[in-house]
């Protein structure tokens, strides 16, 4: 994907029809400006999460360890809730 493309040109999309659980990751310093994109789409996604950093560019560098555990933490949540719901 052309994430300069992508961010330049953000296709309308009905994100409050997006049930799946989701985590969108971002830092404020990414020069391809995917933190104001990223902040939308998870506020328009129910119960949707927004970790921001305010560093690490595209690629989080710097918080790997940080971005990692959040995964993580996600993850097992994902799979809490969808286990529930059976």
């Known amino acids: 994907m052309n994430d300069a493309f992508v961010t330049s040109h953000p296709r309308?999309?009905?994100?409050e029809r997006i049930t799946a659980p989701t985590l969108v990751i971002s830092a404020a310093d990414d020069l391809f400006g995917t933190y104001e994109i990223g902040r939308?789409?998870?506020?328009?996604?129910r119960d949707a999460r927004f970790v921001?950093?305010?560093?690490?560019?595209h690629v989080w560098i710097?918080?790997?360890?940080?971005?990692k555990a959040t995964v993580i933490e996600f993850l097992d949540a994902a799979v809490g809730r969808t286990l529930a719901q059976h």
């Open 40 to 45: 939308y789409v998870a506020e328009h996604i």
């Open 12 to 15: 309308p999309y009905e994100y």
């Open 52 to 57: 921001g950093y305010p560093s690490g560019g």
């Open 62 to 67: 710097g918080h790997d360890a940080e971005m």
